[in-house]
Each structure stands twice: as C-alpha cells, then as structure tokens.
C-alpha cells in the first residue's frame, strides 16, 4: 500500500476495526441496516504517517455533513486570529481564503475583526447553503489543484487557512499543489487538525471514517516540506480532542525528499498504541459489565458513534443521549442504539459515558447533576478516564 504523504509503498496495517458505517448517515428505524466500508488503521514505515487504507469516496461522505461548525463551541477562535495578526503582517485589506469553511463562522469572526476580503469553499451542500444564506462569498464546491486553477489566480490570497480539514483530504498533494497555486509567495498558510499524538499518548481509539489522515506534528513537518511550505509557528488547545495548529509561510523551492530523508519519529508510540488495543478492549468490556446500573452514552457525535461501533459495546449500553433536536429519535448506523433527549427521572440511576469533547465535560456533568461516581469519560484527553484506561497509559 503506498503512503499518501510520502509516496513510498511502506505501508502496514496496525490495526483492523473490520466493516464499519457512516456514523452521520442517522438511521430512522432501529431495523434499518447501513452500508458497511473497510476501516483499517496504516502505518507507514517509512515516514511513520498514520491513515486509514482504503478511504471512502468524498462524494459518498460529504453529500452533507455531520456537524456545523456553528453548532460547536469554538473558544480558541480569538486566539487563533490574534497569532494570525501578530505573525502575519496582515491587513483589514488582506485577501484571506478559508478551505472547508462550513457554514462560514470562521468567515464572520474575520469580517468582525474588520477584515473584508474573505471567502470561502466548502463542499458540502447543508454547510454551504447556511454560509451562502448569511451574505458570505463561498463556493460550493471539493478544494483541489484543478478548483486552483480553473476559479483562482495565481498568488491572489495573503492567507489561506484550513480548519478541521486536511484530516479529511485524500489526496494531500494534490491539495496542497492548490495551496500554493492561489497564496502569495511568502504567504501564511494556518492549518487546525486534530493533534493525533493525543490519539497515541492517552490509547484513544475513537478513530472516524471522514479522517483518512492521522497527523502528529512530526509527519505534519514531512508533509509540508515536500510543498514550500515551513511552520514557524505551532501550538496545541484544546477542542474536540486536542487541535493541533500551524502557521506556515510559503516558500520557493520545492523537492521530493528521498526515502532516506523520512524518519518514522513516532515508530515507539505507534507499536505501543496498536498492541495495547485487545488488552484495551477485555478491560473495557470487564469495566462496563461490572457497574451494575443501566448505561448511557451522553453526546452522539461522530467519536462516540465509531467508539461503541470498534469497540463492540452496543449490547452493554441502553443508548445515546444527545441535546442536538436534528438527532434526537434517530438511531446511529452500526450499533441500531437510539439517540434520546435527556431526561432526568428517567436517567436517574444510570451511569454515563461522556462522549462528548473535553472542554464540554464539565458543563455536561454541572448542568445535569450528575453525581459522582456515575460518569467516566471515553474520549482522551480527559480527568474522568475510568482507572483501567489510565493504569494502561501509565504502564
């Protein structure tokens, strides 16, 4: 199997999660049967990229999407926007492009910080259709070299950013020849991926068919240099799992590094992550038989959906909880659980799994009360781990 970053044909399965569905294709009836796709988990030897094999057509995942951006709590915006000024030498006349932009949040939180030209493509049709309802100048439409070429001129943006995205991208070259297509030459390229060494650090095998692509910032470097492109600035925060962000500047040179260039920087994490994986799984199935109460799944996203589909849990717990009304009364692909509102009299002796994003724990478990001892979280990095998963971190 040939690697998607480097090229080289060095890739080994590390773990097989077997057929799996479309989380985001919510089923009406718990009858209904889904379509099931591969879902194995490389590794390449070479550069030590990790990514799923045999991805699934994005014309097939991104009819519409799962979750929009604005349904999302996103507090490291600010922050994200002030890195950009600061190292950026931008102005409120700066021409900025946003790749993937959704339903254009992003788009409206430049424009309040007085930037006019700013535009985005996204494509898929619910997400587009709310950025186009709001004023916003998107394009419906997949970013590629070809997109570049035929709707941008060459080096017309000073900023081009890509939020939650290049996870998804299939073709990484390809995308990134686009890139630097449409920015300036010494440009700024700001990319927010989830930080995949969070996956590796805390065992977190909540994976999701929509990310083909696992990116520490080892492999991100590798990437990157095939393209011009070099990060001077980089830091983590914390939002859906833990989001890694780069600021990049566009450079003029570029030239394919030779196989003995890759180094496979992560090759201890990754063998340690992909062995613990069966242990993984008897513990958690011994923890959850043990508790003794009814279960719950609280928070039905895309993460929680593939984590009780992987790790086989369905028969162990009664459903999934979601405040999300779109989801409510629908059943997720896989497992055939119902997605329920919350209800306090009925959950009353229930235990919860939080599957719901670190930095909206806390919220969850104060709103609904939730008393001690009945609440441990299955998406790292997290305070409420169960003791299993952590003594298996820690070993």
């Known amino acids: 199997m040939v690697c998607r970053l480097c090229g080289y044909d060095t890739v080994e399965i590390l773990i097989d999660f077997g057929s799996q569905p479309i989380v985001h294709n919510l089923l009406k009836a718990p009858e209904d049967q889904a379509k099931r796709y591969p879902f194995r988990l490389g590794n390449c030897q070479t550069c030590g990229f990790l990514q799923i094999t045999e ?10 999407y799962f979750t929009i951006s604005s349904w999302k709590n996103q507090p490291h915006v600010p922050k994200l926007i002030d890195i950009l000024e600061s190292i950026g030498g931008i102005t409120s006349g700066s021409g900025i492009l946003d790749i993937g932009c959704n339903d254009g ?33 998107v394009y419906h439409g997949f970013f590629s070299q070809e997109t570049a070429d035929k709707f941008y001129t060459p080096s017309s943006f000073d900023v081009v ?9 299939v073709d990484l ?33 909540a994976l999701w068919e929509e990310h083909v692509n696992y990116f520490t910032l080892k ?37 394919k590094p030779s196989s003995d260039k890759y180094i496979n920087y992560d090759r201890d994490k990754i063998k340690h992550y ?45 459903c999934f ?34 599957g719901v994003n670190t ?22 990095p997290s305070r409420y781990l169960p003791e299993f998963w952590k003594s298996l971190i820690y070993a």
């Open 359 to 380: 930095e909206n724990e806390h919220k969850v478990i104060t709103r609904k009360a939730l008393p001690p001892g009945k609440y441990y979280s299955i998406l790292p």
């Open 219 to 255: 492999t991100l470097k590798q990437l990157l240099h095939k393209h011009s492109l070099v990060i001077t600035h980089h830091e983590v925060t914390l939002f859906s799992g833990r989001a890694l962000i780069v600021f990049c500047e566009k450079r003029q040179t570029s030239n």
């Open 173 to 205: 070259d390809d995308f990134l020849l686009g890139v630097n297509h449409i920015l300036k030459e010494e440009g700024i390229f700001v990319i927010e991926i989830p930080d995949s060494e969070w996956n590796l650090d805390y065992l977190d095998y």
């Open 105 to 137: 949040s992003f788009l409206k939180a430049l424009q309040h910080r007085g930037y006019a030209r700013v535009s985005g493509i996204e494509p898929t049709k619910d997400a587009s259709e709310k950025a186009l309802e709001a004023g916003l100048d």
């Open 274 to 318: 992909g062995a613990s994986w069966e242990s993984y799984l008897q513990k958690l199935h011994h923890f959850l038989s043990s508790q003794g109460s009814p279960i719950a799944m609280y928070g039905c996203g895309a993460r929680s959906s593939t984590f009780v589909n992987f790790t086989g849990i369905s028969e162990l717990i009664d």
């Open 161 to 169: 950013t890509t939020r939650q995205v290049l996870e998804h991208i």
């Open 55 to 64: 991805p699934i057509d994005p014309d097939i995942l991104y009819e519409n």
């Open 321 to 354: 909880i979601d405040d999300q009304l779109e989801k409510q009364d629908l059943f997720v692909p896989g497992s055939n659980l119902e997605i329920n509102s919350w209800n306090e009299s009925k959950y009353r002796d229930y235990v919860f799994l939080l």
